[in-house]
């Protein structure tokens, strides 16, 4: 697997997640507004993914402050703080980095630590959630791949793998495990449009992995499981409510509702990071419109008249009650949500 986000000496470095798979390029961020402006235009994307970015930006520019003193180089610090945070609302990974962050520049500053100090201090902790989300994609593969049977044939949306994390996947990593344990899986990915994350980046990291992969569109999901064709459902999200809605990928929840018409089960699979607690459900999460020419053009080409309405709202919400398990680093965990999620938090406090 290629590395999604990388801190190589005075820059941030990502591959151009916008390119794939025609070209592998990669944009060398030199400032926290370059990399916001990443994160915005979806040069690098996935919640996990994105909360390591804005993590990672927040210490490059820390570390590139001219502050004169504590007090200015903490005014620096909250700009770059709100930066980040405007540029995707829906994704909580954002949000959760962020105040890591903010807690990490506290701890120092009640220790009374120089810019020095402090800047040192943001990147080691920049760093740690970089390398705690490959981590957390590694155990929740281990727990989801007890779900895939030898043979499984399994449909994903969008794409929750190595791209939309810091390495290994969520969804992904759950069918990377389960072929890392000599299971033989057969992965349907579906196109996702508009920005076609599913034919573009899911299909390319499976087919560079050898793991069979059939690219399919929306549309062809429901007769596929009508026809006996996909076992198993399973998605990453971009948050998670403390009720068990799930705000992923648009067309998800059409998926959902076409796995329970069929009897397939539908999982989920994210960090602990992209459940919010303080979130109750779906209704109260943030759904991003985004450009109206991912959905008039494909490239160059415009695809709809000129004077039609567009809609390009960017996620959906999946209501709890269609959603199997929750797959995360701590384990799977199932309804009722409300208690599970809740508890799954409390565990988590109680190794750290």
């Known amino acids: 697997m290629l590395p999604t986000i990388e801190w190589q000496d005075d820059v941030i470095v990502m591959v151009d997640q916008r390119k794939l798979p025609g070209q592998e390029i990669y944009v060398r961020c030199r400032t926290a507004p370059e990399v916001a402006k990443a994160i ?10 994105i ?48 105040d890591r962050m903010k807690q990490a520049f506290a701890r120092g500053a009640q220790a009374g630590e120089s810019p020095e100090e402090l800047a040192a201090r943001l990147e080691r902790e920049s760093r740690s959630i970089h390398d705690e989300d490959v981590a957390s994609c590694r155990a929740m593969g281990g727990h989801g791949a007890a779900l895939l049977a030898d043979g499984a044939r399994v449909l994903t949306h969008c794409n929750a793998g190595a791209l939309a994390t810091a390495g290994y996947g969520s969804a992904l990593g759950v069918i990377r495990a389960a072929v890392e344990q000599g299971k033989h899986i057969a992965v349907f990915a579906d196109e996702t449009r508009p920005f076609l994350q599913g034919a573009r980046l899911t299909a390319w990291e499976l087919v560079r992995e050898g793991i069979s992969t059939t690219v399919i569109t929306e549309s062809m999901a429901g007769p596929l499981m009508r026809g006996g064709e996909i076992d198993l459902v399973v998605v990453g999200a971009d948050r ?24 397939i089960p539908f999982y ?9 607690l303080s979130t109750p459900d779906g209704d109260h999460i943030p ?3 985004r450009d ?19 809609r390009n709202p960017a996620f959906d919400i999946t209501p709890y009650r269609y959603i199997a398990g929750v797959i995360t680093e701590r384990g799977i ?6 208690e ?13």
């Not at 599970?340 to 750290?352: D, G, M, V």
């Open 333 to 338: 965990f199932r309804p009722p949500y409300s």
């Open 40 to 49: 915005r235009t979806m040069v690098i994307r996935g919640a996990p993914a």
């Open 268 to 276: 989920v699979a994210a960090p602990l990071s992209t459940i919010d």
């Open 292 to 310: 109206q020419r991912e959905v008039t053009h494909l490239g160059a080409s415009r695809l709809t008249p000129e004077g039609a309405k567009i």
């Open 240 to 263: 998670i409510a403390a009720n068990g809605d799930t705000a992923n990928k648009i067309g998800t929840y059409t998926v959902a509702v076409l796995a329970h018409e069929h009897s």
């Open 51 to 98: 909360g390591v970015a804005a993590a990672l930006g927040i210490a490059l520019g820390m570390r590139r402050s001219t502050a004169k003193g504590t007090r200015q180089f903490a005014v620096e610090f909250q700009k770059i703080c709100d930066l980040m945070a405007a540029t995707r609302p829906t994704a909580v990974n954002l949000f959760w980095a962020i």
């Open 340 to 352: 599970s999620l809740r508890q799954a938090f409390e565990s988590a406090a109680l190794k750290t």
């Open 287 to 289: 759904i991003e419109e």
